[in-house]
């Protein structure tokens, strides 16, 4: 059974290329439940009812849901239906409409329907793998895979693989979790010790590695990381809210079962406040403090080359905070034409315009890229997140008539494909254990601490 391919150069912008989503052009026509059906317009699927819609992604002996279609319902309809819900309706619809708990069922039937159904399923666990952290997920899954296995040694063969491949996938995530906790005990038992003894610790970043280049590096090295887990549903999961026709009290979000976004933004958080610490170590003079001001700038410079837009940010944050912007002195020892180009760069002004323009060549380079090292495009995060934020109030809401929009759906679906190409990307650089172990558990102050060891203004 082939892997599932990337989704971005498969989504289209009129609708999905499947003659079983198609109808006449230039008319809007409901199919499959009456008012509450499907609805097309232009060729394209633009809404429907849930379970209109829970049916579409059900495959039968002479459909196949068109993979575009699969990867836009499984993202989206978390807004509406627990993905354990969805299981379950998806695990029934194939049993009792396909008759296979029949007995007598003609086993030719089966044989022919059989690898649709494993095929859904695989497209499911490969691409939303951290959907089977429940419980409830895993025994569906392993409870109509069984069925469709039963009496096939191919298919037995099959399926085994798929769950030794997604258990891998969830045992990889479990793994970066604990190694995460751990980093962040160590960077909390640094600062403790700092605060004790401020003179115990005298390392700060130039005494590591003084090369902006290498630090450039590295910094990509962590933010590809961090990125490689983030699941395409977590961007849903972070904005869901309470579908009004849902008689269940409890919240979507209860059941969130990964928190890489949210690790993913506080590294940026962290970034910018070391970027800062450094800068107002205690021990430092104007001399010294104005030579890291103009290295962090230099490696903020590298970050903008490689495409690692999300250092970038976080670094220019860094030196923008009121602790370090206060140093009037020491910035009057500064080079500044580079910092104020990098600035501009990243302006907010006409909703980051700057950076938008920045970030679409970055993009087409990655497209046409013949080294690694050129499809590498970190998006500066937080304003993806606020782009998605919008797309996603979109989604949540029903139209007039209870459909569900899916030409919202297929909006986000673009957007959130593209970051999992970006998130594929294998970091080229050559990784050093000791700059990343410092960027990663160098004490950082809170800005109010700050303001104590920096010198007057």
Known sequence: MPQT??????????????????????????????NAGLCYRDNALVSGSLEALIHHLVPSMDYYPDMTYSFTFLLSSRLFIHPYELMS????????????SDPQADKMRIRKLAPRILQLLQEWTETFPYDYRDERMMRSLKELTQRMASGDELYRKVVHQMI?????????????????????ATATDRLTVLKAKPQAIQRDMLSVCNDPFTVAQQ???????????????????????????????????DHKKTSNLEAYVEWFNRLSFMVATEICMPVKKKKQRARV?????????????????????AIISGMNMSPVSRLKKTWSKV??????ILELQMDPSGNFYNYRTAFRGATQRSRTANSTREKIVIPFFSLLIKDIYFLNEGCSNRMQNGHVNFEKFWEMAKRVSEF??????????????????????????????????SSPP
């Open 164 to 184: 030794q491949v997604l258990i891998r996938k969830l045992t990889t995530l479990s793994q970066y979790e604990e190694a995460l906790v751990k980093v962040n």
């Open 420 to 453: 999992m190409v970006w998130k594929k990307v294998e970091c080229p650089f050559e990784k050093d254990r000791k700059i990343l172990q410092y960027l990663l558990t160098a004490p950082v102050f809170s800005e109010d601490s700050m303001y104590n060891p």
């Open 293 to 313: 001001m103009e290295f962090f700038i230099d490696v903020a410079r590298e970050c903008f080359n490689i495409g690692n837009f999300n250092s970038l940010m």
């Open 5 to 34: 391919p990337l989704l971005t150069g498969m989504l289209v912008s009129r609708g999905y290329n499947n003659k079983n989503l198609y109808q006449s052009p230039n008319q809007t026509k409901e199919e499959g439940y009456g």
């Open 335 to 340: 080079k500044t034409d580079k910092f104020d």
């Open 89 to 100: 309706k998806v695990c029934h619809l194939c049993v009792e409409q396909q008759r296979l």
């Open 219 to 253: 910094l990509t090295h962590i933010e590809l990381e961090r990125l490689s887990y983030i699941g395409p549903e977590e961007f849903i999961q972070a904005f869901e809210k309470k579908d009004p026709l849902d008689n269940d009290k409890s919240c979507f979000i």
